[in-house]
């Protein structure tokens, strides 16, 4: 398994951009969830999903946008890119409690894409 | 809403001493989870202990342990014999047993082991 992939792992947009990050996971995982890690900080929730067609939004939502149409793919669209936006964007998966696996409330993490804002 | 904190921002201890990592949460949920992550400078979130807030006994993993106080809302981590890659920024982090089970995190803690 590959796990948990995010694409790009580097990326510099200009102010009013825009972009999707892309997540994908090959666990059957049915909750998936976006972080943003600001310098020098911890992670913060943008959005999330519980399943294909279900999203809903975190702590920090603002400027971001999400959709989950498959099982695998939880992609993350900025629409208009500010400098705020500056930051490394953490996408995450884990199964839903009661299922199949193991470590069924472990969140197993992508590698993160650091995007830069100018 | 629950809140996580982290007290130290860096820590430095020599090559295998015992560091122990603060951390203290708030939260009204009376089933959770609670956990410390580590992130080398590689950035992947690797996850390095989980504690269940309905069992008294504190989680270890070879050479790193908790000590939950779940009376008083903390959440510590002990690393024993410290190795060079054990530098790396921690986290402590809270998740709730119920609902979309989102991770909730604290400021991170830097700590150096030096040789």
């Known amino acids: 398994n590959a796990g948990v992939t995010q694409t790009p792992k580097f990326r510099i947009l200009k102010i009013g951009q825009s972009m999707t990050l892309q997540c994908a996971q090959d666990?059957?995982?049915?909750?998936m969830y976006w972080y943003r890690q600001d310098p020098g900080m911890g992670l913060k929730l943008i959005y999330y999903s519980v399943g294909a067609g279900i999203t809903d939004k975190g702590e920090v939502p603002n400027g971001y946008n999400v959709s989950r149409s498959t099982t695998e793919d939880f992609p993350l669209r900025l629409e208009l890119a500010a400098p705020s936006q500056t930051s490394v964007y953490f996408c995450?998966?884990?199964?839903?409690?009661?299922?199949?696996?193991?470590?069924?409330?472990?969140?197993?993490f992508g590698p993160g894409t650091r995007l830069t804002v100018l | 809403a629950q809140t996580v904190t982290q007290s130290q921002p860096e820590m430095s201890v020599q090559e295998a001493e015992t560091v122990t990592l603060s951390c203290t949460y708030d939260t009204s949920e009376s089933n959770y989870y609670l956990f410390w992550y580590k992130q080398p400078p590689s950035r992947q979130m690797i996850l390095v202990i989980r504690?269940?807030?309905?069992?008294?006994q504190n989680a270890t993993e070879n050479r790193f342990s908790v000590n939950f106080q779940k009376a008083a809302k903390s959440f510590s981590l002990k690393i024993s014999d410290s190795q060079l890659g054990d530098t790396a920024m921690y986290f402590c982090?809270?998740?709730?047993?119920?609902?979309?089970?989102?991770?909730?995190f604290g400021q991170g803690t830097r700590l150096t082991i030096n040789p």
């Open positions: 982090a809270f998740m709730p047993v119920q609902g979309a089970q989102k991770l909730v």
């Open positions: 504690q269940e807030a309905y069992k008294q």
């Open positions: 995450a998966s884990n199964q839903l409690a009661g299922g199949p696996s193991v470590s069924y409330n472990e969140q197993f």
């Open positions: 666990m059957n995982h049915n909750y």
